[in-house]
């Protein structure tokens, strides 16, 4: 991936004010992770996964993955 991709959901992630720990949810879920991979990699449940994917979600305008990982890459 070039550099400049690679960096753009970073930038993006400042712009729309996401937490660090949902920056680290965010790239999980760019990963291709599952709710329950992405929950035992910080050691945090899956709950609570899906809360800072709520969360993501609205301060990005999305309404599910698929939607999201669409507006960070293109």
């Given at each position: 991936m070039r550099r400049e991709v690679a960096e753009l959901p970073s930038v993006l992630f400042a712009a729309y004010g996401l937490t660090a720990r949902e920056r680290a949810v965010c790239r999980e879920v760019l990963a291709g992770l599952?709710?329950?991979?992405?929950?035992?990699?910080?050691a945090i449940s899956a709950h609570t996964v899906q809360d800072h994917l709520k969360s993501v979600f609205g301060?990005?305008?999305?309404?599910?993955?698929?939607?999201l990982t669409a507006k960070l890459l293109s």
């Open positions: 599952s709710t329950v991979d992405i929950a035992e990699r910080p301060k990005t305008g999305v309404r599910s993955r698929g939607e």
